[in-house]
C-alpha cells in the first residue's frame, strides 16, 4: 500500500469512527505501540460498531484482526463480549483471502463451545456475499481445530460429531478434506475400525487416498493386518488406488513383520504400474529371507532387484554377506568380492562373521586370507578374533 492509500485509509477510519475507536484500531494493529488502557471502559464501541468494522472493506484485514483480538485479550475495557455471529463474519472474511491459520486461530477455542445448529444459523446468516467454498472452508477449519486439539479423546468425539452433524444439515459444505481430518483423527486415536466404518457410512463423499493412507499407516504400525485387509477392499470398492507413499508404508510393515512374500508382491506390482522401486525396498525384503533363513531366496530377490535396473548399494550387499552361514561360506566370499568390486570394504561385523564362518569348517587358510583382506582395509581385528591376533 502506498502513502497516499494509507493516509487515506486513516482519514476514512477517523471519519467514520470515533477517534477513540480510530486509536485503538491503528495501535492494536502497530509492532512499534500499544494502546494505552483507559481508567474506565469504552463507551464509544458497541456489539453493532464492532460489527461495522470487522465487515469494512476499507480496513485491511490485519488491522481488523488485530482489533478483534485486543478486544478479546482486554474484556476490562469493553461492556460487551464478541459474539458468535462477529466471530464468523470475521473468519468468513479472513477465510476469503485464504488465510486458513489465522481463521484457525479466530475459531479456538470461544467459538467451539456453541451448538452446531447456532454455528450453521450464525454461518448461514454472515455468508451473503461469500462463494459456497468459503463457507465450506469455515466448517472444514472448525473440524480441523477440533481434531488438533490435543488428538484427545473427547476432542475426537467433537469432531466426529460435528462432521455427522454437518453431513445430516444438507448444507452442502462437507468434503473429503473434513472427512479425511475426522478420519486422521480417529486413527491417531487408535480407532481404526470407526474411521473405516465413517469412509463407508458416508456414501455421498468419495474418499481418496489420502484418507485412506491414514489408516494405512495406522494399520502397519500397530500390526493390525486383519484391519488393514478390510481397509485394503474398501479402497478397491472405492475406486482408490494406492499411489508411492503408501506402497512404501506397506512394504515396510509386511516386511518388518515377516510378512515378506506380501511385500515382494507389491514390489513385482510397483513395477508392473511402472512406479519407482528404490533399492531400501528390495533391501527390506532381502533382509526379511534372510532373517528367517531363506538365503536362496534372498539370493533370487537380489538376481531380480539387477535384472530390474535397481542398483545395489552397501546396505544391500551387508545384508546379503552377514547372514550366511557355514553352508554358505562361497556365497558369501563372493558378495565379498562384489562389494569390493563395486567400491564397497566390508565393515568389521561383516568381516568377522565371515571369518568365524570359515573357521566352523575348518578353512583356516580361506580364513588366514580373509584376515590378511581386513588388514590390508584398514580394519582394525576386534577382540572375537583373539586367534586370529596371535598370528
Known amino acids: 500500500m502506498t502513502l497516499q492509500s494509507f493516509l487515506k485509509?486513516?482519514?476514512?477510519?477517523?471519519?467514520?469512527?470515533?477517534?477513540?475507536?480510530?486509536?485503538?484500531?491503528?495501535?492494536?494493529?502497530?509492532?512499534?505501540?500499544?494502546?494505552?488502557?483507559p481508567e474506565k471502559p469504552i463507551s464509544d464501541l458497541t456489539l453493532s460498531t464492532l460489527r461495522r468494522i470487522v465487515s469494512d472493506p476499507d480496513i485491511k484485514s490485519s488491522k481488523r484482526v488485530s482489533f478483534f483480538r485486543f478486544i478479546l485479550e482486554n474484556p476490562?475495557?469493553?461492556?460487551?463480549?464478541?459474539?458468535?455471529?462477529?466471530?464468523?463474519?470475521?473468519?468468513?472474511?479472513?477465510?476469503?483471502e485464504r488465510k486458513f491459520s489465522v481463521a484457525r486461530e479466530l475459531l479456538n477455542p470461544d467459538v467451539l463451545r456453541y451448538p452446531f445448529r447456532d454455528i450453521a444459523s450464525g454461518a448461514l446468516d454472515e455468508c451473503e456475499g461469500f462463494e459456497k467454498k468459503v463457507v465450506a472452508r469455515l466448517f472444514n477449519?472448525?473440524?480441523?481445530?477440533?481434531?488438533?486439539?490435543?488428538?484427545?479423546?473427547?476432542?475426537?468425539?467433537?469432531?466426529?460429531?460435528?462432521?455427522?452433524?454437518?453431513?445430516?444439515?444438507?448444507?452442502?459444505?462437507?468434503?473429503?478434506?473434513?472427512?479425511?481430518?475426522?478420519?486422521?483423527?480417529?486413527?491417531?486415536?487408535?480407532?481404526?475400525?470407526?474411521?473405516?466404518?465413517?469412509?463407508?457410512?458416508?456414501?455421498?463423499?468419495?474418499?481418496?487416498?489420502?484418507t485412506f493412507k491414514?489408516?494405512?499407516?495406522?494399520?502397519?504400525?500397530?500390526?493390525?493386518?486383519?484391519?488393514?485387509?478390510?481397509?485394503?477392499?474398501?479402497?478397491?470398492?472405492?475406486?482408490?488406488?494406492?499411489?508411492?507413499?503408501?506402497y512404501k508404508i506397506l512394504i515396510d510393515g509386511f516386511a518388518s513383520y515377516g510378512k515378506v512374500e506380501e511385500a515382494e508382491r507389491l514390489v513385482?506390482?510397483?513395477?508392473?504400474?511402472?512406479?519407482?522401486?528404490?533399492?531400501?525396498?528390495y533391501n527390506l525384503i532381502i533382509n526379511g529371507y534372510a532373517r528367517v533363513g531363506l538365503v536362496e531366496k534372498a539370493f533370487e530377490i537380489h538376481s531380480a532387484m539387477c535384472s530390474?535396473?535397481?542398483a545395489s548399494n552397501k546396505?544391500?550387499?551387508?545384508?546379503?554377506?552377514?547372514?550366511?552361514?557355514?553352508?554358505?561360506v562361497d556365497n558369501a566370499l563372493e558378495v565379498v568380492a562384489e562389494m569390493v568390486r563395486e567400491g564397497y570394504i566390508p565393515d568389521g561385523k561383516v568381516s568377522e562373521r565371515l571369518a568365524d564362518a570359515l573357521s566352523e569348517v575348518n578353512r583356516e587358510e580361506a580364513g588366514m586370507m580373509m584376515f590378511t583382506f581386513v588388514v590390508k582395509s584398514g580394519i582394525k581385528p576386534s577382540s572375537l578374533w583373539p586367534e586370529m591376533k596371535m598370528l
Open 268 to 281: 513385482s506390482t510397483m513395477h508392473d504400474k511402472q512406479l519407482k522401486v528404490e533399492t531400501y525396498l
Open 315 to 328: 546396505d544391500t550387499l551387508m545384508k546379503r554377506c552377514i547372514r550366511y552361514r557355514a553352508g554358505r
Open 141 to 210: 477449519s472448525m473440524i480441523t481445530v477440533y481434531s488438533d486439539s490435543g488428538r484427545r479423546s473427547d476432542e475426537v468425539e467433537l469432531a466426529n460429531d460435528f462432521f455427522r452433524l454437518m453431513v445430516a444439515s444438507e448444507l452442502g459444505v462437507v468434503s473429503v478434506y473434513s472427512l479425511t481430518v475426522v478420519v486422521s483423527a480417529l486413527c491417531c486415536n487408535g480407532e481404526i475400525k470407526r474411521g473405516r466404518e465413517l469412509v463407508e457410512e458416508v456414501e455421498n463423499i468419495k474418499p481418496n487416498i489420502v
Open 9 to 37: 485509509t486513516l482519514k476514512t477510519t477517523k471519519r467514520t469512527y470515533p477517534s477513540s475507536i480510530h486509536n485503538l484500531l491503528i495501535c492494536s494493529s502497530s509492532t512499534t505501540q500499544s494502546p494505552t488502557s
Open 308 to 310: 530390474r535396473g535397481v
Open 76 to 96: 476490562s475495557l469493553f461492556s460487551f463480549r464478541p459474539d458468535l455471529r462477529t466471530h464468523l463474519s470475521l473468519s468468513l472474511r479472513v477465510l476469503s
Open 214 to 246: 491414514s489408516m494405512i499407516d495406522c494399520c502397519v504400525k500397530r500390526w493390525n493386518f486383519e484391519e488393514l485387509g478390510l481397509v485394503l477392499e474398501l479402497m478397491e470398492e472405492k475406486n482408490v488406488s494406492l499411489d508411492l507413499d503408501a
